[in-house]
């Protein structure tokens, strides 16, 4: 049994009462950044939780409920949902009119996920993965850290005392704490920093008791059913042509974060239970929530980050977080309370997992060996960190491309495959170094030894 096997095995005896903490801490993860994309783009956020948490299981029930991930609101959209909200005003709709449109746009590039998991069963991921080597993903899994890291810091800027005091509770339950504590260090930063906070005052309760205890996810006319009760064809036309494309970005972000949770748990998700159905259940996912007025989803790089700290990878653990996202999201006073942590809270805990998650990229590149003495791979290398990170912070976040927006980390992607498909001297071969494939096996948290 290997050291990552036995991490798994020895989660199944923390009990359940562990077992439900450790999933309270997946909820909390990935609360902060899942919530963010519908107050951004108008959507509801108790669809949007409840559509997470359903995505998640059926991504576990796709990958044979062997991958420990989560999947919460897709941030690559963005651009889509408001290229079609301007669409829709130019023909006098208003936001919450339009946006069912662009649901049907985002349920559309949903298929195209299941395209490319068709070119995974039928080539195999050995001929399919050439394109996709540690050279192109390992750079992007650092972007995704690093592109993420901008709206940790804009929280913490809210009062960097919160965010320090999150940090510091993070950082000390992890390398001095004991049993328990050691492994829910994200929960216990979240929950102390918040505490703190609202003892200062500094958090505004009034959502909370305006809210209702329970009601109903979401609402018929938000869906994107709703649309053909009188639809508008040309902005349905629209929306589609807009949004597909990024699908092919999104993708790639897919398969970066499927080498990054392979990677931090060790076991290889990409050869079993395959990127075929990791696409599949991320693809079906992203269309059964654009369906009921969610955002698209993706797997979840702060849940990433989590597995690094807690070295507990018992995939129960994350369906259980997903069941607490479902029950959450027919509670609206219970979503407005989590709704009302401290911005600075939330920038605190995603400070330590943004860069959990460039760190995974960075061994992703060193143990599978890239060969940066050959300028192919510096080009590439350079080219996917820079496009990211400068059309991020220097370009507005998007390149506009007439029909549709791109992010700098979906323009860095397909730069850095096209550039490893054209450019000569590709030498990677998926599956000859196990270890590689795996990029690192960690050592289990010694709080889970026997």
């Known amino acids: 049994m290997t050291q990552n096997q036995q991490a798994i095995y020895d989660a199944r005896t923390l009990g359940k009462g562990r077992m439900l903490t450790l999933g309270l801490q997946h909820m909390f993860a990935m609360f902060g950044a899942t919530v963010l994309v519908p107050v951004i783009t108008g959507l509801s956020m108790t669809a949007t939780l409840l559509f997470a948490g359903l995505g998640t299981l059926i991504f576990h029930f796709l990958t044979k409920m062997k991958v420990p991930a989560f999947l919460g609101s897709s941030f690559a959209f963005l651009g889509g949902y408001a290229a079609v909200v301007q669409l829709g005003a130019q023909q006098g709709l208003s936001a919450s009119e339009s946006l069912p449109y662009a649901c049907i746009g985002v349920f559309s590039a949903g298929i195209i996920y299941f395209v490319l998991a068709g070119l995974f069963a039928a080539f195999g991921a050995k001929k399919v ?19 993420l890291s901008g709206s940790a810091i804009n929280n913490c800027n ?43 005052g500094l958090c505004d309760f009034s959502a909370v008791k305006e809210a209702a205890w329970v009601g109903v996810p979401f609402q018929w006319n938000n869906t994107a059913f709703h649309v053909f009760a009188n639809p508008n064809w040309g902005l349905l036309v629209s929306a589609i042509i807009a949004i597909v494309p990024i699908s092919l970005a999104t993708m790639m972000e897919h398969i970066g974060d499927m080498c990054a949770i392979s990677s931090t748990t060790g076991i290889n998700y990409l050869e079993n239970p395959g990127l075929h159905r990791t696409l599949m259940g991320d693809g079906l996912a992203t269309m059964l929530a654009s369906l009921f007025g969610a955002p698209a989803n993706t ?21 259980i977080a997903a069941v607490f996202a479902i029950v959450l999201s027919f509670c609206p006073k219970v ?74 980390l979906a323009v860095a992607a397909i730069v850095g495959v096209l550039l490893n498909a054209f450019l000569p001297g590709k030498d990677y071969e998926f599956g000859a170094n196990p270890k590689g494939d795996k990029a690192v096996d960690f050592e289990i948290n010694p709080s889970l030894r026997k």
Request: charged share 10%; net charge positive.
């Open 129 to 147: 993965m050439r394109f996709f080597p540690p050279v192109v993903t390992g750079p992007i899994i650092i972007a995704i850290g690093l592109t």
């Open 158 to 200: 809210q009062n960097w005392w919160i965010a320090l005091l999150a940090i510091a509770i993070i950082i000390v339950c992890n390398i001095w704490g004991k049993g328990m504590i050691k492994i829910i260090p994200i929960l216990l930063g979240v929950i102390g920093s918040y505490v703190v906070a609202a003892c200062f």
């Open 299 to 319: 797997t979840y790089g702060e849940n990433t980050g989590v597995l690094n700290l807690t070295k507990v990878f018992d995939p129960r653990v994350i369906r």
């Open 335 to 408: 979503a407005a309370l989590i709704g009302c942590m401290p911005p600075a809270t939330i920038g605190g805990v995603s400070l330590v997992l943004y860069g959990m998650i460039s760190a995974v990229g960075v061994r992703n590149v060193v143990e599978n060996q890239v060969d940066f003495t050959k300028s192919r791979n510096v080009i590439i290398a350079a080219l996917i960190l820079v496009l990211a990170i400068g059309i991020k912070y220097g370009a507005n976040d998007s390149i506009s491309l007439g029909f549709t927006s791109l992010s700098g």
